[in-house]
Each structure stands twice: as structure tokens, then as C-alpha cells.
């Protein structure tokens, strides 16, 4: 694969025919949607990013697909796209056959975390998050975009929240250096400081 590097007289033929660009940008921001401000959060907003790719003969112009895909997917890609061989320390998947078909469609949804042991797991329906308390939120997309409407604490909703819990790991690993997950990241001190102070924020409590 060669890099992309603008020319001064345009591309050529050689060069575009054997070019792939991926862009991609950094994660939203709220900006009131919730009652939250910024990004540190696991819903839509905050975790949804624009990914492009352009792969010569292999690509659909202009097509689009709403498969859930993650960021940890575009390594796995370039090696397919590439023919090298698959590394099998990746967590992420070749997103070539969706690439090459926009309409294909995958059963695997992706795994997202906020902090410790607060994850998400996005399908192409549905958002169900577990934070490390317990507590639970499940969006249908098809009828709830805006994820408003909570419907963990529905029994309908139960098999569906079972087959989203079973990609949530059930012992994942504590960030560098700590040894307990009481001291896991600074929100725990946050949350400390604000019951001492009696100012947890209202989109917290």
C-alpha cells in the first residue's frame, strides 16, 4: 500500500489505482443532548465517528452502510485489503465485505468503554450499556435514535439485553499500573470528593 501524498499536478493513474485512503475523526461531542456536556459518556453522541474509505477496485462509489464498525477494524482492514497476513492479536475485523458489498450484513456488534468496567455495545438496533455499578440502559434505534427512552426495565427487553451482555468481558483487565478497581481512574476520586462535598453533578445523580 502506498501512502497518500498530494501531487501538485494531480493524480495519476499509477497512483490512484493503487492507493487506499481511510479517514476518520475523533468522537463526538454533547452539547446539551442528555443533559451532558463533552464526551465522556457511552451513548451515541459521544461515540459515534465519520470512517471513509476509498480502495480502489474494490469499492462501491459513494456507498454507504450502517454496520456497526470500530475504529480497532481499520488494521484488520489494510491487511485484507493488502493480502498480508492476519495478526492474531487484533480485536477488531476486516471490514472489506462491506466494503466491497453495502448491503451485507454481520451478526457481531461492537464493544465500546468508558472508564473501568463501563461498556457499551452497539448492534445495528440496538445500545445496551452496563456500567461497573449494575445498572443497565437498552436504546432501540429503530424507534428511539435520540436514545430517550431506557427500556432496560423492560421483560420483553431481557433476551435481548442477554445476547448484548455475553460480548462484555466478564474480568477485563485494570488499567496499567493499578491493582484494584476501587482505584481504577480518577472518577472514582471524583466521586468521592463530590459525596464528601455533597456535589455530585445532577446529570450523575
Not at 452496563?130 to 420483553?156: F, K, V, W
Request: hydrophobic content about 30%; overall charge neutral.
Amino acid at each position: 500500500m502506498k501512502g497518500f501524498r498530494p501531487s501538485r499536478s494531480g493524480p495519476t493513474a499509477s497512483n490512484t489505482d493503487n492507493t487506499v485512503i481511510v479517514l476518520w475523526g475523533d468522537h463526538g461531542q454533547h452539547l446539551g443532548e442528555k443533559h451532558h456536556f463533552r464526551k465522556q459518556a457511552l451513548w451515541e453522541e459521544s461515540t459515534r465517528v465519520p470512517l471513509f474509505f476509498s480502495v480502489p477496485g474494490h469499492c462501491v462509489k459513494g456507498g454507504k452502510t450502517d454496520v456497526p464498525a470500530s475504529l480497532l477494524d481499520i488494521y484488520p482492514t489494510l491487511l485484507d485489503i493488502c493480502g498480508l497476513p492476519a495478526n492474531e492479536k487484533n480485536q477488531g475485523s476486516s471490514l472489506v465485505p462491506f466494503i466491497e458489498d453495502t448491503s451485507a450484513t454481520k451478526e457481531e456488534p461492537v464493544l465500546i468503554s468508558w472508564q473501568y468496567g463501563n461498556f457499551a455495545v452497539r448492534s445495528e438496533n440496538w445500545r445496551y450499556i452496563r456500567y461497573r455499578d449494575g445498572s443497565e440502559e437498552l436504546y432501540d434505534h429503530r424507534t428511539d435514535p435520540g436514545e430517550h427512552i431506557n427500556l432496560a426495565g423492560a421483560p420483553e427487553c431481557r433476551a435481548i439485553i442477554e445476547w448484548h451482555k455475553k460480548y462484555i468481558p466478564s474480568d477485563p483487565a485494570l488499567p496499567a499500573g493499578m491493582t484494584e478497581w476501587k482505584k481504577a481512574d480518577k472518577y472514582d476520586r471524583l466521586m468521592k470528593r463530590w459525596e464528601q462535598n455533597d456535589s455530585i453533578p445532577v446529570w450523575l445523580r
